[in-house]
């Protein structure tokens, strides 16, 4: 029976690790800045939470990762560790895209979703998601877009989440008006939580991923610093 999936989500600057189980939901969250740190601070980040929660690695019945769009660098390094907790387990692994995660954590609301990632040099990933009947749906695929963009294909009020500055806001509500509802800045924070709720989700339904060919998800070639 799956019972307990770790989260990792090294994507961005900000990481993230959680505990899900079966009975109580979210069990343990740790989320923190790196400063693309992820190579030093990941693998104590993963021991911190199993210790605090009394738990050894072979109590571990899964892991989510965090598959990306995002840092170059720290998707490879947040894959490896999933991937080698997996491999020496002997447990599935499930990779989630970032914007999922970014989404899923709005699905109280019943607004059309727009999910945006920043990528740099005034690029943005963003992907949308609605409500239909009683389950959410990504509607496009994952890709690079502008503010120009959004004002032409947004037609109705949509929640715009994720990593979005002060100058990003401005923009979206200038050009969109009143179709442009933004998240609260707190909910730019992405949580390990929900992604390894996803993952729960997918692999209780036997949706697991192949541990040797799962590989990260990228929009655009690396940039230094990535």
Same mark, same amino acid.
């Not at 021991?47 to 998707?75: C, Y």
């Given at each position: 029976m799956?019972?307990t999936?770790?989260?990792?989500?090294?994507?961005t600057?900000?990481?993230?690790?959680?505990? %899900?189980?079966?009975?109580? /939901?979210a069990?343990?969250?740790y989320?923190? %800045?790196?400063s693309?740190?992820h190579?030093?601070e990941?693998?104590?980040?993963v021991v911190?939470i199993?210790?605090?929660?009394r738990?050894?690695p072979e109590?571990?019945? /899964?892991?989510?990762?965090?598959l990306?769009p995002?840092?170059f660098?720290g998707?490879?390094?947040?894959?490896s560790?999933a991937k080698g907790l +997996?491999?020496s387990? /002997?447990i599935p692994?499930?990779?989630i895209p970032?914007l999922?995660?970014?989404a899923y954590?709005?699905y /109280?609301q019943n607004?059309?979703? +727009?999910?945006?990632l920043?990528?740099?040099?005034?690029?943005i +990933?963003v992907?949308?998601?609605?409500?239909?009947?009683?389950e959410?749906?990504?509607?496009?695929?994952y890709?690079l877009a502008?503010?120009?963009e959004?004002?032409?294909r947004?037609?109705?009020p949509?929640l715009?989440c994720?990593?979005?500055?002060?100058?990003?806001k401005?923009a979206?509500?200038?050009?969109?008006?009143?179709?442009?509802?933004?998240?609260?800045?707190?909910?730019?924070?992405?949580?390990?939580? %929900?992604?390894?709720?996803?993952?729960?989700r997918?692999l209780?339904?036997?949706?697991?991923?192949d541990?040797?060919s799962?590989e990260p998800?990228y929009?655009?070639?690396p940039q230094i610093g990535?």
């Amino acid at each position: 029976m799956l019972s307990t999936v770790l989260g990792i989500d090294t994507a961005t600057e900000w990481a993230s690790v959680a505990l %899900y189980d079966a009975e109580t /939901g979210a069990r343990a969250e740790y989320t923190w %800045y790196t400063s693309m740190n992820h190579t030093v601070e990941l693998m104590p980040a993963v021991v911190q939470i199993l210790e605090r929660q009394r738990m050894a690695p072979e109590h571990l019945d /899964g892991v989510a990762v965090a598959l990306g769009p995002g840092s170059f660098t720290g998707l490879r390094i947040g894959l490896s560790v999933a991937k080698g907790l +997996c491999l020496s387990l /002997g447990i599935p692994i499930v990779g989630i895209p970032t914007l999922d995660i970014v989404a899923y954590a709005h699905y /109280g609301q019943n607004l059309p979703i +727009c999910a945006i990632l920043q990528a740099g040099r005034g690029r943005i +990933c963003v992907a949308f998601y609605e409500k239909r009947e009683t389950e959410w749906r990504r509607t496009d695929d994952y890709h690079l877009a502008d503010v120009e963009e959004l004002n032409a294909r947004v037609k109705v009020p949509t929640l715009f989440c994720g990593e979005i500055d002060a100058s990003l806001k401005a923009a979206l509500e200038s050009q969109l008006g009143e179709r442009a509802v933004v998240a609260s800045p707190a909910s730019s924070l992405r949580r390990a939580g %929900y992604l390894a709720e996803l993952g729960w989700r997918r692999l209780r339904t036997g949706r697991g991923d192949d541990l040797a060919s799962l590989e990260p998800l990228y929009l655009h070639y690396p940039q230094i610093g990535d």
